[in-house]
């Protein structure tokens, strides 16, 4: 059993970094219990939230999916749990201030939540994720649509990497299970 290991840990990036694979892969292999946000019941009403097209519902969607899971979360918590969470409050609020949502409106350290004993920050090769992209895609993504998300990924990048508690992983020449050898021995407060 692995008892030293950080009770909350939070995977965060952009789109097509590896978050996913690497809070299963902490679930299959050190025992985490996924979480990710939007739980049910908020998770049912995502696609009328982004239909509506307005940015700051959208931001205060995303932002009321984080403080509602915590009640979930401290159950899990306090039951002994150790969880990961793909995607936090970080994303929320690096992706809405890059697509000009009002997040200074919002004091992120005063808001009712948990805050992670670990947290990641997975980056890699702009031209790695546009692959991935278009892999999840099974065709190719429009120029724009392209050109729009790149520039949207490099502007939000620089906004976590000023959440300096984020601990940056480069995934740009790992596999799945370099990433996950690196992390676990991040975890594990190892050198490796």
């Known amino acids: 059993m692995n008892t030293n290991l950080p009770k909350l840990v939070v995977i965060e990036g952009v789109d097509s970094v590896g978050k996913t694979t690497l809070a299963r892969r902490l679930e299959t292999e050190l025992g985490y219990s996924y979480l990710y946000t939007p739980q049910v019941p908020l998770s049912t009403i995502r696609g009328m939230i982004e239909e509506m097209g307005d940015i700051n519902t959208r931001f205060f969607y995303y932002l009321l999916s984080v403080v509602a899971v915590q009640p979930q979360l401290r159950d899990m918590l306090a039951s002994g749990k150790r969880v990961v969470v793909d995607r936090y409050i970080?994303?929320?609020?690096?992706?809405?201030?890059v697509l000009g949502a009002s997040v200074k409106s919002v004091s992120m350290?005063?808001?009712?939540?948990?805050?992670?004993?670990?947290?990641?920050?997975?980056?890699?090769?702009?031209?790695?994720?546009?692959?991935?992209?278009?892999?999840?895609?099974?065709?190719?993504?429009?120029?724009k649509k392209i050109e729009r998300f790149v520039k949207e990924a490099e502007d939000a990048v620089e906004i976590y990497r000023s959440f300096s508690e984020l601990i940056p992983v480069d995934t740009t020449f790992l596999n799945v299970d370099g990433v996950f050898h690196k992390v676990k021995c991040l975890l594990r407060r190892q050198l490796c």
């Open 109 to 143: 350290r005063e808001l009712p939540i948990l805050w992670p004993d670990m947290s990641f920050l997975l980056t890699t090769d702009t031209d790695i994720r546009v692959e991935r992209m278009n892999i999840r895609a099974k065709q190719p993504t429009h120029d």
């Open 90 to 97: 970080y994303s929320t609020m690096a992706m809405h201030s």
